[in-house]
């Protein structure tokens, strides 16, 4: 890969964890942790989203039965992945073949993994 190209890469990389930082916050209320974008090749790309539980889902984990509590962390992953999808669509002016979302409860992050 050619060095200039390299640099494209990185750059739009830190807008995509730019722009995520502020979708994140818009949907859930507050900011993640960290937010790391890598392409990993010319067709993927691996998103980590850490800290994306929200105030609503540690209340519900307290209070009601796990099967409410999954039920809204699964539409929450669906919003955010939809959400997601669309601004990496813009962000790269390019469309998205396929988003693989992992959402990982106890460690309280999100992995998204995108083929371009």
């Known amino acids: 890969m050619k060095k200039r190209e390299l640099r494209n890469l990185v750059s739009v990389e830190q807008v995509l964890e730019e722009k995520l930082q502020m979708l994140i916050n818009d949907a859930i209320g507050q900011y993640p942790t960290d937010i790391s974008c890598t392409f990993t090749g010319k067709s993927d790309l691996a998103i980590l989203i850490e800290n994306v539980r929200t105030?609503?889902?540690?209340f519900l984990s307290q209070y009601c039965q796990p099967e409410t509590v999954q039920a809204y962390r699964e539409g929450l992953k669906c919003a955010i992945g939809l959400s997601v999808q669309k601004l990496v669509e813009e962000t790269i002016n390019r469309p998205t073949?396929?988003?693989?979302?992992?959402?990982?409860?106890e460690t309280r992050w999100m992995g998204i993994f995108t083929l371009l």
């Open 55 to 58: 105030p609503l889902e540690v």
């Open 97 to 105: 073949e396929k988003v693989s979302i992992n959402r990982q409860t």
